[in-house]
């Protein structure tokens, strides 16, 4: 929660990576299930490295629509869980495109096509320049004194001890995600491995997700662990007063309604009403980012919910104005957590988790490695200052203008979405709904 001199909020993208190795495995390793057997491969291969090519304007907004899209995608197969629901869709993409960098042959094609990326070749410099020119707007909104928005977003990569890992696939996760090699023994002491991990993300989310890799994860089947973690801070340009706050109805969608804290002020915000839908923009401090909110009528919310694409979206976001609210919303605070495997296989993704055909040879120049598992958890806490927000994913892989005079009353009364999006590139940070605040 926040205090009156402080409002931070936290975005942790995790990503997990066991491979496994036979011929690498000690006299007496420890007794660990066994992959489905294989046909007998060819000892590993070089890689030849990526030649990248320039990035300009064109690509950028690429990846950002891509993001986008992948962010409604994930949302439409999310949805049907019932509940409030929160994940960070840009965290995810970022742990995936790093994985991007060792799919190769069919792998590759399916990632590409269901994560909306491109070709490596000029995907992983639009990645790198993306988040560099994010993070470089934040520290320029710091330079104004203004300290209540930060972003910052580091990778690091764990791997075995003298496990053969392509140099081509090292030196794309250095030059382009900032990853550097932290070496670990996960054959002889994988609890060691797992608490320098978990201490590295403790320390990236300023302790705000403890313990991401839980004990029996690591074992001597690990190889590598890839981790993405973005810290985001950003609070309100225009706060809400705390003593304003009081407790008001919240209409659910089954027609009752229960009593919750609702934050009130009047201010200018973006705003706009399409076909009975309103549409609310509160911006951080710095105008970097905002969150917007997609409030339709309680009766057509699951249509509205349903119909949601990207098309929409932007025709929507294009259609807001400066309009003088007097603006009622719910305080709220919630977790999510999901196994993104049964997700992404839906979407389409499914060679990177079949040991039998997956290919990411990219990394060490065979093809033993497959994803057997993406967890994804988040965390988001809405109050009068601003917002504070977690996500943290793993992914394992075994070896294998003019406003009125009078303010327009909106109440933020009944089940709404919402996103938190980077103005400048139209970024979806993170996307969620609330149907009930109390959850």
């Known amino acids: 929660m926040h205090n009156s001199n402080r409002?931070?909020?936290f975005i942790l993208l995790f990503l997990l990576i066991t491979t496994t190795a036979c011929s690498?495995?000690?006299?007496n390793p420890p007794e660990v299930p066994q992959p489905p057997a294989k046909p007998e491969l060819p000892s590993p291969q070089p890689v030849e490295p990526i030649s990248f090519e320039p990035v300009d304007e064109a690509h950028l907004q690429d990846l950002a629509e891509g993001n986008t899209r992948f962010a409604l995608d994930l949302y439409r197969q999310m949805q049907d869980g019932g509940g409030n629901l929160f994940f960070s869709p840009y965290s995810i993409s970022l742990a995936m495109a790093m994985t991007y960098v060792g799919a190769r042959s069919n792998t590759e094609q399916q990632m590409a096509d269901v994560l909306n990326f491109f070709e490596q070749e000029t995907f992983h410099p639009a990645v790198a320049m993306l988040n560099s020119d994010m993070m470089s707007r934040a520290e320029a909104v710091q330079d104004r004194d203004m300290q209540g928005f930060q972003l910052n977003i580091a990778n690091s990569i764990w791997g075995q001890d003298g496990y053969a890992f392509q140099p081509a696939f090292l030196d794309i996760l250095s030059d382009h995600y900032g990853a550097g090699m932290q070496l670990v023994d996960y054959i002889n002491d994988p609890e060691g491995a797992r608490k320098q991990i978990n201490a590295w993300v403790e320390d990236e989310t300023e302790d705000k997700i403890k313990?991401?890799?839980?004990?029996?994860?690591?074992?001597?089947l690990t190889r590598l662990v890839l981790a993405n973690a973005i810290y985001f801070n950003a609070a309100w340009e225009h706060q809400f007063e705390e003593s304003f706050t009081r407790d008001a109805p919240f209409n659910l969608l089954d027609g009752n309604s229960v009593d919750v804290p609702m934050m009130a002020q009047r201010e200018a915000f973006g705003y706009a009403e399409v076909d009975g839908l309103q549409i609310i923009e509160l911006y951080y401090e710095g105008r970097e980012a905002s969150m917007v909110i997609f409030l339709p009528d309680t009766e057509s919310y699951t249509a509205f919910e349903d119909e949601l694409d990207n098309e929409t979206m932007a025709e929507m976001l294009s259609a807001l104005q400066p309009r003088q609210l007097e603006l009622f919303m719910p305080k709220f605070t919630f977790e999510s957590e999901f196994e993104l495997v049964p997700t992404l296989t839906a979407l389409g993704l499914q060679d990177p988790f079949n040991p039998q055909v997956a290919?990411?040879?990219g990394m060490d120049g065979t093809r033993e490695l497959y994803i057997s598992n993406i967890l994804h958890k988040a965390f988001?806490?809405?109050d009068e200052e601003g917002t504070e927000a977690a996500a943290a994913t793993a992914v394992v892989m075994k070896m294998t203008s003019a406003m009125p005079e009078e303010p327009l009353l909106v109440r933020i009364d009944h089940p709404f979405i919402f996103l938190i999006k980077d103005n400048q590139t139209g970024s979806i940070l993170f996307m969620g709904r609330v149907l009930d605040p109390r959850e």
């Open 7 to 9: 409002h931070q909020s």
């Open 380 to 382: 988001v806490d809405v």
């Open 359 to 361: 290919d990411f040879s």
């Open 211 to 220: 313990d991401l890799i839980p004990q029996g994860v690591l074992d001597g």
């Open 24 to 27: 690498v495995l000690p006299s």
